[in-house]
């Protein structure tokens, strides 16, 4: 049978299922996906499949903003919605090597922090992740983006990213226009309230209780989220820690399997037997 992608519903959230019945000779944990902002599991695919095909069983969080007033929701209520599925998931889980590993990118990363923070998970891995409290997101090039923005900052409107901001911050190394046209499209309006509480940095989480292995990967052309706040947040978990030439979406550039590959190196290294 090999590979089957299935889209299962929960209460609060929708996943994409990747399953693979071929590989069955070692033991893998499973893998639990959870995107940033503006975008949706969509941007994960090559990288699903790709965890699929050496024998993982991966789950990929599809859309957080469906179901939601962006005019009203906060990161917390992110985090309750990742947490409906991550707590009931694990929840059944006793063995420890069997509990998943969560890849998180950008805000996701942030919630990845948070649920590790929650719960015994066996390891994570954040890819050009949003910072906690402590480690500053307001870069020069983000000040600009928001003060753009600023009347729909301000009054908490949907936040709707232009073309020249998603081009020169999110989507500059994914390629020629047609491309970043192409994954510009499949944005979709973001809560201002989340943007602002990660762009100061408001989330806290306590280091002292995310006890699990963790990696940190970076994009050296990163303008969003750049290096030095990745090495940072490397330092305060004590990460191991990836560095590749690509951007904040290195799942959808042309350096998507390199990095993906260096991913799965280290989660065989830790966890595969």
């Known amino acids: 049978m090999g590979i089957t992608k299935t889209e299962k519903h929960f209460d609060l ?3 994409d299922v990747w399953l693979n019945d071929e590989i069955t000779n070692s033991f893998r944990p499973p893998i639990f996906m959870i ?3 503006f975008a949706g599991g969509w941007c994960f695919e090559g990288w699903a499949k790709f965890l699929c095909e050496k024998g ?3 789950y990929v969080l599809k859309d957080f903003h469906r179901r939601f007033d962006l005019s009203k929701v906060k990161f917390c209520h992110y985090v309750d919605e990742a947490r409906s599925l991550f707590g009931l998931w694990v929840s059944g889980i006793k063995d420890i090597k069997s509990r998943p590993i969560i890849i998180g990118h950008s805000m996701g990363g942030l919630i990845a922090q948070k649920l590790a923070e929650e719960y015994l998970v066996r390891g994570i891995v954040l890819v050009a992740s949003a910072p906690p409290k402590g480690i500053s ?9 928001m003060l753009k923005h600023f009347i ?3 009054l908490n409107l949907p936040l709707r990213l232009d073309r020249k901001t998603a081009f020169k911050l999110i989507l500059n190394q994914a390629g020629k226009d047609e491309y970043k046209k192409y994954f510009f499209e499949k944005f979709v ?3 201002s309230r989340v943007a602002k509480q990660l762009a100061f940095s408001r989330i806290p989480v306590d280091h002292r209780k995310i006890i699990c292995k963790s990696l940190v990967v970076a994009g050296f052309y990163d303008k969003l989220l750049p290096l030095e706040t990745q090495i940072k947040i490397a330092d305060k978990y004590v990460s191991d820690y990836l560095e590749f030439q690509c951007g904040h979406m290195p799942m959808i550039e042309s350096c998507w399997k390199r990095v993906i590959s260096s991913i799965y190196e280290w989660i065989n290294l830790n966890f595969i037997y």
Request: hydrophobic share 45%; net charge negative; charged share 15%.
């Open 13 to 15: 959230v929708s996943v």
């Open 35 to 37: 995107h940033g902002m």
């Open 56 to 58: 993982c069983d991966v």
């Open 137 to 145: 997101a307001l870069t020069f090039d983000v000040t600009k983006a």
């Open 152 to 154: 729909a900052l301000g």
């Open 189 to 191: 309006p973001e809560s």
